[in-house]
């Protein structure tokens, strides 16, 4: 079982920089790929960027609206995985949740992902 917590969000302005942080509980955690997934109100959630392991090697992956401003990492020591925003845009207005599976098949899609956070808001404004 895996618990996770977001933090991190809040209200910026365009052009400025947050950092969303994910601390997980479970042994295991280190392991686990893990994503990020955000929510705009009535809008689908979509996917943000993930971090996870190829034949032992980290990789990460990224939508391309994110791409070059957004920065995915993790700290096995804390348990953590951190999402560096920046240049931050109004589009990227949304509610941030973290999740996180052992072996997802794509991890860009939510659906694969069996735990998750609460969410933080991050709001941007122009």
């Known amino acids: 079982q895996v618990q996770l917590v977001e933090s991190g969000g809040g209200l910026v302005k365009a052009g400025d920089s947050l950092r969303l942080s994910c601390a997980a509980s479970?042994?295991?955690?280190?392991?686990?790929?893990t994503g990020w997934f955000r929510q705009a109100p009535e809008k689908e959630r979509e996917f943000v960027a993930a971090i996870g392991y190829t034949w032992g090697l980290s990789r990460t992956y990224y939508a391309d609206s994110v791409k070059g401003r957004f920065t995915i990492s993790r700290d096995n020591a804390k348990n953590t995985v951190v999402l560096q925003m920046n240049s931050l845009k109004p589009d990227d207005t949304a509610v941030y949740y973290c999740?996180?599976?052992?072996?997802?098949?794509?991890?860009?899609?939510?659906?694969?992902?069996?735990?998750w956070g609460q969410g933080t808001q991050v709001t941007v404004s122009s």
């Open positions: 999740a996180a599976d052992a072996s997802p098949a794509n991890p860009t899609v939510g659906a694969v992902y069996n735990y």
């Open positions: 479970g042994r295991t955690f280190s392991t686990y790929t």
